[in-house]
């Protein structure tokens, strides 16, 4: 038998800087921090606590995103050590209702405005670069923390999406770029 392999597929992923963060393209030496947050309660919003092998193939997910829609969400990166503080961006995956921008933060940076930061510098570009007319946020019920991040981004809660894995989601609406 002889295994033939195409040459790898590239994924152009832009990087967005804000004040403190970097929204940059996923890579290998992300994997254990994103590993050590799936294997957490606080990945309950993503359908965790999950493995290590899940967590790498959501991982991977991240980057085929990008290269199925032509855009996806980022790794937030501290910009002075580029330590990973989470993933953050606009996804519309098979079966959601709409294009989500979508939040999720390491422990590391609970509290500390970096889901806020990197939210809106996503939500600038889904707006401003892929011409999105409006978006989505979904959280679980009960979330209280996510549900405050889409207030202050001045989403409202619009309906209930029934995730296709059989729970439910909060839908929140965010304001049209023009009521910016």
Not at 37 to 50: D, K, L, T
Not at 57 to 73: E, K, P, S, V
Not at 140 to 149: F, H, I, Q
């Amino acid at each position: 038998m002889t295994v033939a392999f195409a040459e790898p597929a590239t994924v152009a992923i832009p990087t967005l800087t804000t004040a403190r963060l970097r929204l940059r393209a996923p890579g290998p030496e992300d994997f254990e921090a994103y590993a050590a947050f799936g294997a957490s309660s606080r990945a309950a919003g993503v359908g965790g606590p999950f493995g290590r092998a899940d967590a790498f193939r959501n991982f991977c997910a991240l980057i085929g995103h990008w290269r199925m829609r032509g855009y996806g969400r980022w790794v937030v990166a501290e910009r002075e050590t580029d330590a990973p503080l989470g993933i953050v961006g606009p996804m519309y995956p098979e079966g959601w209702p709409e294009p989500e921008i979508a939040w999720t933060v390491f422990e590391a940076a609970e509290g500390r405005g970096v889901a806020f930061e990197a939210a809106q510098a996503a939500r600038a570009f889904a707006y401003g670069t892929l011409g999105w007319r409006t978006a989505i946020s979904c959280t679980l019920p009960g979330n209280t923390r996510s549900e405050a991040l889409a207030r202050r981004m001045g989403a409202v809660e619009d309906s209930v999406f029934q995730h296709p894995d059989g729970f439910e989601l909060k839908v929140w609406r965010h304001p049209a770029p023009e009521a910016l």
